[in-house]
């Protein structure tokens, strides 16, 4: 079963669930130095060189930028290049706004955050209802799942705005009892921005508006009608074997969960509000949320925060350590992880250490070493040719993708081959064993593709595709 990467990427908030990470920081250095400066240029040359980003990057002190540059193009076919007030696809971290009315509500008393779901939205079935309050959705441990299903993608505009997604939502089943576990939701986030709605009688981008745009002078942040923008970066990213596609295809409404459009400018202002600043929210509100608490410690420990937000052809990621005010932002119109890796690159040289060096997407690297070194070569180096591929992210992904690349432009053997391998490396996942049946079939090897679908449904007997394989094959036989 091929596996979009949207639906995985688009929701990761950088490294864990719950919307931060430790990164650790010692002592830093001076960032406000030629020679800081020479060594930032050097290293994210070394990704251009790749051809693997093009964007912006902003490094700050006390919110003012000491570092602000723009890199590459934002739209190749028309030769425009990127600014420091080109737009871009800020993704995930929608989920920050969300959250900040959400709190200042709670800090208003008009919400608990212990009111159950079925207190303001109706329609849902009692286990969820009765039990999933508004703290499990903003900490993903609602027990929902996303709500990027293969078949999301055919739905109409009308179908993916939080009205039309909510029927959806009602039917999905909890994946473990609400609170007990994490999983991350783009699914929660809708539902806070309905319950939102339902609060204030004003649509979800009224509130953002009202309560955080017009507060702190947002200007270059756009909430809907985002396909009407000027000055847009267009996102892009490479198949297997390095051909570029855009993700126009991809590019989806804003919602409570991802994708307003913004620059580095605007998200500097509102993630130093956020972090210090009162003009979203009080200490009173703050207070409520667990974690700035945890970002007070770090301003004793050097220890970075992080968000960010991301998929297919697209990748923000913001960085801060509280004890130095630092921040580190990047906005990259090619394909995640690449801020990220870069973010944390030059959180390596502020620290005075030797940042990562930049590689090819994994995807990318493993088909090179596929047909200049076979299988076996993949196998004995599948970790050092895969470390350019977004860490939240299972890793089966990589050649499951590739095999499909393979297998939809006709090269079946080596689809074959890539499935087979993916077998070996991740026995214990049902998918891999799922796509290399169908591998199999494509070939013509019936007796192979049925043992292949029946070891994906020992592994999962509830495996959809694997399932109805052999139902039809067995009809056959």
């Not at 000491?66 to 993704?91: E, M, Q």
């Not at 200042?104 to 159950?116: C, S």
């Not at 009765?130 to 055919?154: A, M």
């Not at 940042?355 to 047909?371: E, G």
């Amino acid at each position: 079963m091929r596996m979009n990467f949207f639906t995985k990427a688009v929701c990761m908030v950088f490294y864990i669930l719950a919307g931060f990470t430790l990164l650790y920081a010692q002592e830093t250095t001076d960032i406000t130095t030629a020679d800081f400066e020479k060594k930032v240029d050097a290293y994210v040359q070394q990704y251009i060189d790749l051809d693997i980003f093009s964007g912006v990057v902003c490094i700050a002190k006390n919110g003012s930028p000491v570092y602000h540059k723009a890199f590459g193009l934002a739209d190749r076919r028309n030769k425009t290049a990127n600014t420091i007030h080109t737009h871009f696809d800020i993704g995930s971290m929608n989920k920050t706004f969300t959250k900040v009315v959400i709190l200042q509500m709670a800090a208003e008393g008009k919400l608990n955050l212990d009111d159950t779901l079925g207190k303001y939205l109706d329609g849902f079935e009692p286990a969820v209802a009765e039990k999933v309050t508004i703290q499990h959705l903003l900490d993903h441990r609602s027990g929902l799942g996303d709500y990027h299903t293969p078949e999301y993608f055919d739905l109409p505009k009308e179908k993916k705005t939080i009205a039309g997604l909510l029927p959806r939502i009602r039917t999905m089943p909890l994946m473990f009892e609400p609170g007990t576990d994490m999983l991350y939701s783009n699914s929660g986030y809708i539902l806070l921005g309905a319950i939102i709605e339902k609060i204030s009688a004003k649509s979800y981008y009224q509130n953002i508006r009202e309560r955080i745009v017009a507060p702190l002078n947002l200007k270059e942040t756009y909430l809907e009608n985002t396909d009407q923008i000027n000055q847009k970066a267009t996102g892009y990213f490479k198949d297997a074997r390095g051909n570029l596609h855009d993700n126009k295809g991809f590019i989806d409404i804003p919602n409570p969960d991802g994708g307003f459009q913004s620059t580095t400018k605007d998200i500097l202002k509102f993630y130093q509000d956020y972090f210090y600043g009162h003009k979203m929210l009080s200490d009173r509100a703050k207070a409520m949320d667990q974690a700035f608490k945890f970002y007070e410690k770090l301003k004793s420990n050097g220890q970075a925060t992080g968000h960010a937000g991301g998929f297919e052809g697209a990748n923000t990621v913001l960085l801060e350590i509280p004890r130095d005010r630092i921040t580190i932002i990047v906005f990259a119109n090619m394909d995640e992880p690449v801020a990220e890796l870069l973010g944390d690159g030059i959180q390596a040289l502020i620290r005075g250490e030797e940042p990562s060096q930049p590689s090819l997407p994994a995807i990318q690297n493993v088909y090179k070493a596929f047909k200049e070194r076979g299988s076996s070569y993949i196998r004995e180096h599948f970790d050092a040719l895969t470390t350019n591929f977004h860490p939240g992210n299972p890793k089966d992904l990589i050649l499951n993708s590739l095999g499909y690349d393979l297998l939809f432009d006709g090269y079946v053997d080596d689809a074959v081959k890539i499935f087979k391998l993916n077998t070996e490396l991740f026995p214990g996942v049902a998918n891999c064993w799922d796509s290399y049946g169908e591998a199999l079939l494509k070939k013509g090897n019936k007796k192979a593709a049925l043992t292949a679908y029946k070891k994906a449904l020992r592994i999962r007997p509830d495996f959809p595709s694997a399932k109805k394989a052999v139902e039809e094959l067995e009809k056959k036989r």
